[in-house]
């Protein structure tokens, strides 16, 4: 299999080419200082998935608010526009994707907003970065991951989340997920700033723009290589991060704090992309 192939094979998802319509107005709604909470309420109504998801996010162990967010307004005035516009492209995109309600796709999303997770609590220590930036980028780094889903899960299924986990993608698909991942972002319109941490998680420093949220996504992803409790879990901490960490001043302690947040609530995250 070739680059081409997946280049074809994106090009020929039909299903993307609705994401514009419903989810453009949310963005545009979030995005205008003139929108309050009741615009962006009645958009999300006409998606009852969308709807149900950000109310069990919302009711999450990890927001503290567990069973107290009654209806879908109070969610979103607790959630916050940004990371409401970040869950609807990123649940946009899983929809779109003809791998919903695997057993493997599900896996690899859990790890995906693990990442996320982790990338938010980093967004803290590392300047001019947005939190809802943080969380899009890091639940959508492994989507190239899913595109190999897609086109041919025994194939994907053969491959193996190890340090050579790209040069096995090469050889089974003609390139490597972030790869992949960059063409199906950019197909639907995805500002190339956003794009960056999904292209270059596993290479920061070859990163040519938005340097800090791409170090915000590949930390995230190394931190949890390091304990790689996950078989999906394919970062792992190398030189380049040692560099980020310095050039960030990050101490050992605020990683580890990032991760410890995590803990948790892990089962409620798995409870997130189990649930329909």
């Known amino acids: 299999m070739r680059e081409s192939d997946v280049k074809s094979y994106i090009a020929g998802m039909n299903d993307l080419s609705t994401i514009p319509i419903l989810l453009a107005k949310i963005i545009r709604t979030c995005n205008d200082p003139n929108s309050g909470p009741q615009d962006i309420f009645n958009l999300i109504t006409y998606d009852p998935a969308l709807a149900e998801r950000i109310m069990r996010i919302a009711n999450s162990v990890f927001f503290g608010h567990s069973g107290e967010i009654k209806n879908l307004y109070q969610a979103i005035m607790f959630l916050g526009i940004e990371r409401i516009k970040s869950l609807a492209l990123g649940m946009t995109v899983l929809n779109a994707l003809p791998t919903k309600g695997t057993t493997t796709a599900t896996n690899l999303w859990v790890h995906s907003y693990e990442v996320a997770y982790v990338a938010s609590s980093l967004a803290k220590y590392i300047p001019r970065l947005l939190t809802g930036d943080c969380f899009l980028c890091g639940l959508l780094h492994d989507v190239g991951r899913i595109v190999f889903f897609g086109m041919n899960p025994e194939k994907f299924r053969q491959l193996s989340a190890s340090d050579g986990i790209l040069e096995q993608e090469r050889a089974a698909f003609g390139c490597e997920h972030m790869v992949s991942g960059m063409m199906l972002l950019d ?90």
């Open 187 to 276: 197909k639907i319109g995805m500002p190339h700033e956003l794009i960056a941490p999904i292209r270059y998680h596993h290479t920061p420093l070859a990163s040519p723009e938005s340097p800090n949220l791409v170090a915000a996504v590949a930390l995230a992803e190394a931190l949890l290589g390091l304990r790689k409790s996950r078989p999906e879990e394919d970062g792992g901490w190398s030189n380049e991060h040692d560099a980020l960490v310095k050039q960030l001043n990050l101490s050992e302690n605020i990683l580890e704090a990032a991760y410890d947040e995590l803990i948790d609530s892990r089962s409620e995250i798995e409870g997130i992309f189990t649930s329909a």
